[in-house]
């Protein structure tokens, strides 16, 4: 079935690294733009990068830009965030969904939770 | 960046009663690229209305959206107990991309 499914959250100190993975199935992969998205109960919804179908299009909101990646392997319908120099306020549930600037969000996983923690 | 503010932080309701919730924009939404999400506990968002007033796939026609530039609602006719949760509205016409801070419909 139609499905993202994120993995990779864990607990990780401040200034560590972590890698998120988005597993797509059920659709084709590369038609899509596909973002990240985190949540926290203080904060709220956040958006924090997209990147396009044919890796031509990328941006990155200004709180993770120098310390975030996206990238994709359309062969393989994964997605990923490589989140480097971590905070305490990087900690948040972590989406990926399908769609981005001027697409609507219209497929999400069910998340990941990232802790970032000494 | 647009900042989306959503009125009532909280709505109280009964089971059959009509839900209107609000979303405005300290700019105006380009191409009126506005969506609204329904969220449950311990689950992702979930895509109602986009492009301001389309339905997305699967969703109720108790579910409405109206509204351009700034002002947007989603209205919810004739509520059932399982439309009662959190409500956002996002911004999608603008870089960056942002959202709403929530509107929790709670059960009177």
């Known amino acids: 079935q139609v499905q993202l499914v994120e993995s990779g959250g864990g607990l990780v100190k401040p200034g560590g690294s972590l890698r998120l993975s988005c597993a797509a199935s059920?659709?084709?992969?590369?038609?899509?733009?596909m973002a990240w998205i985190r949540q926290t109960p203080g904060k709220g919804l956040e958006w924090l990068s997209y990147?396009?179908?044919?890796?031509?299009?990328?941006s990155y909101a200004d709180s993770v830009k120098g310390r975030f990646t996206i990238y994709r392997d359309n062969a393989k319908n994964s997605l990923w965030l490589q989140m480097n120099s971590l905070r305490v306020e990087d900690s948040a549930v972590y989406y990926c969904?399908?769609?981005?600037?001027?697409?609507?969000?219209?497929?999400w996983g069910r998340g990941t939770l990232v802790t970032v923690s000494s | 960046e647009i900042v989306l503010t959503q009125f009532p932080a909280t709505l109280s309701l009964s089971p059959g009663e009509r839900a209107t919730l609000s979303c405005g924009a300290s700019?105006?939404?380009?191409?009126?690229?506005l969506a609204w999400f329904q969220q449950k506990p311990g689950l992702a968002p979930r895509l109602l209305i986009y492009?301001?007033?389309t339905r997305a796939t699967g969703i109720p026609d108790r579910f409405s959206g109206s509204g351009s530039g700034t002002d947007f609602t989603l209205t919810i006719t004739r509520l059932e107990p399982e439309d009662f949760a959190v409500y956002f509205c996002?911004?999608?016409?603008?870089?960056?991309?942002?959202f709403g801070q929530g509107t929790r419909l709670e059960i009177k």
């Open positions: 969904a399908r769609g981005a600037w001027e697409l609507p969000l219209d497929l």
């Open positions: 059920g659709f084709t992969f590369s038609d899509y733009y």
């Open positions: 990147i396009s179908g044919s890796v031509s299009d990328i």
């Open positions: 700019q105006s939404v380009g191409g009126d690229f």
């Open positions: 492009d301001a007033y």
């Open positions: 996002q911004q999608y016409g603008d870089s960056p991309i942002t």
